[in-house]
């Protein structure tokens, strides 16, 4: 076995023990007609991608009297069709939780990717 292989097997196991699953939206965007000098609207679509194996450390704090959801989430990266972005959505957890992305981490090895570190937040 390789060392990618074993950290692999690692990864899968851990997350298999601990994790959960949930899924990422991944809202569409307008594009710019700069004949017209204007915006096309995309409308509500999105695409999802389901993700199985998540562990987050994400904890709630209350900031100038609003609720707010921040910390860090790890998605499995075997198994998903497209790659976290900034400003897509996870949707995980027993109350289904709406996580906003903030920054995306990369955690590889030999250049090919295990894990995604993803910066979340939500606010009510």
Known sequence: MTFRT??????????AEFGT???LE?????????ST??????G???????????????RKVEVDGSKVTSGK??????????TPRPNCVLV?????TRLTVGEVTTRSVNGLP??????????T
């Open 21 to 23: 699953t949930g899924q």
């Open 92 to 96: 995980h957890g027993p109350l289904a």
């Open 73 to 82: 989430v790890k998605v499995k990266a075997e198994g998903l069709t497209l």
């Open 26 to 34: 991944f809202p569409t965007t307008g594009t710019y007609d700069a």
């Open 6 to 15: 074993d950290m692999q097997d690692l990864v899968t196991e851990l997350l």
């Open 44 to 58: 509500p679509t999105t695409l999802d991608v389901v993700c199985s194996d998540i562990i987050d450390a994400v």
């Open 114 to 123: 295990l894990v995604y570190e993803l910066a979340v937040r939500s606010g």
């Open 37 to 42: 000098r204007r915006a096309t609207d995309p």
